[in-house]
């Protein structure tokens, strides 16, 4: 196990860029083109919102800690980067990746529990049979090659809360965009500081609210306001930031003497906002409803 995400599998062999993801799944649908056109699907971020909504309601069914619910969506993301989404039963999936992530963040669930959790959940599409689940984690390790350590950017936010002076509440919103985060293809393509760095960017410098982040995040104006004032921050342009509290002025120092990728933080920022803008376009029916069309005709539910 790497102590450390430098030396991690995770850095290794599952950090990549846009146009290499772009290259992996643009392969997977062109191996099933027909699929494709046969069981058309909702956007890859509203599925996204989909499994977290469905997963986060298994996993308080369990008790189970947020750091098990983002390991499995690391999981789930990964796996579909090996596998179309069509040929797989997704709320078997969901299931199975939390089973497994339950094992390696050491809070592990007994199998017939999940199943039969799942199965109460999702009665038309999990059968009471655990040999499903148990091949279906076997599919899921297979896929990811054994590499099953995921590291999270929770921790450094915990570290930077004193370092910035965070305030509870912002360290809670930062938490909240962290677990947003999940929901779009950054887990893949930035290291976790850089996502815990561009949480607390949000949560400080847009200061926006919990519920007033996804409206705030809706308009032009907050996406261009916040690639301007990452770049602000390296440069110490911009003199809205020079009149903020401490704490924001602490923030713009930091990112302008350390190491961190501005570049990275601009992108996670705007790939954050658009996710919230897709959100309003969110219909957990249609979701139901397209998902189930495919299994049921495809037999995946048996």
């Not at 494709?36 to 800690?65: A, E, H, T, V």
């Not at 570290?159 to 950054?186: G, K, R, V």
């Not at 602490?250 to 897709?278: H, P």
Request: hydrophobic residues 40%; neutral net charge; contains cysteine.
């Amino acid at each position: 196990m790497a102590a450390n995400y430098w030396a991690s599998t995770q850095r290794h062999f599952w950090q990549t860029n846009r146009d290499t993801l772009s290259e992996i799944r643009q392969k997977l649908e062109d191996g099933d083109r027909s699929l494709m056109q046969q069981y058309p699907l909702p956007d890859r971020r509203l599925l996204s919102i989909f499994f977290n909504q469905q997963l986060g309601k298994l996993g308080r069914r369990m008790q189970l800690r947020q750091q098990a619910l983002a390991t499995a969506q690391v999981f789930i993301r990964r796996f579909y980067t090996k596998i179309e989404i069509r040929r797989t039963n997704p709320y078997l999936v969901l299931a199975t990746a939390l089973y497994l992530a339950c094992k390696m963040e050491e809070c592990p669930q007994h199998i017939r529990v999940v199943v039969s959790e799942a199965r109460n959940m999702w009665p038309d599409f999990i059968v009471l049979d655990i040999s499903k689940l148990g091949e279906c984690e076997f599919c899921l390790i297979s896929e990811m090659n054994c590499q099953l350590i995921v590291h999270h950017p929770y921790r450094t936010l915990q570290e930077l809360q004193s370092t910035l002076d965070i305030a509870p509440d912002e360290a809670s919103l930062a938490w909240s965009i962290i677990n947003d985060h999940y929901l779009t293809d950054l887990p893949l393509l930035y290291p976790p500081h850089v996502i815990a760095v561009t949480a607390i960017f949000l949560a400080l410098v847009l200061k926006p609210t919990q519920v007033g982040l996804q409206a705030a995040a809706n308009t032009a104006t907050a996406l261009a306001n916040a690639a301007q004032a990452v770049k602000d921050a390296s440069t110490g342009t911009n003199p809205a930031l020079d009149t903020q509290q401490g704490k924001v002025q602490n923030l713009v120092k930091w990112l302008a003497e350390g190491e961190v990728d501005i570049k990275a933080l601009i992108d996670c920022t705007q790939e954050i906002i658009s996710l919230y803008e897709v959100w309003e376009h969110f219909s957990d029916k249609t979701c139901k409803e397209q998902i189930a069309r495919y299994v049921k005709a495809r037999g995946l539910d048996k």
